[in-house]
């Protein structure tokens, strides 16, 4: 059964940092592109950052660059997003997002982050 589930998310003040964890199972972890979206009530989800199978690569949102820094680590199935300097603005419900180009897409449910003060 394929899983995704998050962690890490919770209370903080603006400034402050938080670690997102997306733990995933019943897949080939190592052979997917792993993406961080969030959702804010009466938005569309949007794209926060992502990084290839293999950890060469990745991309971020302008709105979280030099800020966000995404990575994984394919012996132990995990993705992560360490963030940093964190804003209002980046309250949210993040999803951790796995996929391939031609195959399947899995989404977990997702972890709140709020920042306030």
């Known amino acids: 059964q394929v899983q995704l589930v998050e962690s890490g998310g919770g209370l903080v003040q603006p400034g402050g940092s938080l670690r997102l964890s997306c733990a995933a199972s019943?897949?080939?972890?190592?052979?997917?592109?792993m993406n961080w979206y969030r959702q804010v009530p009466e938005k569309e989800r949007e794209f926060v950052a992502g990084?290839?199978?293999?950890?060469?690569?990745?991309n971020y949102a302008d709105s979280v660059k030099g800020r966000f820094t995404v990575s994984r680590d394919n012996d132990k199935n995990v993705l992560y997003l360490q963030m940093d300097d964190l804003r209002v603005d980046d309250t949210a419900l993040y999803f951790c997002r796995a996929s391939k180009p031609t195959g399947p897409t899995y989404w977990g449910r997702g972890t709140q982050v709020t920042v306030s003060s």
């Open positions: 019943g897949f080939a972890f190592k052979d997917f592109a």
């Open positions: 990084m290839i199978y293999n950890g060469r690569w990745s």
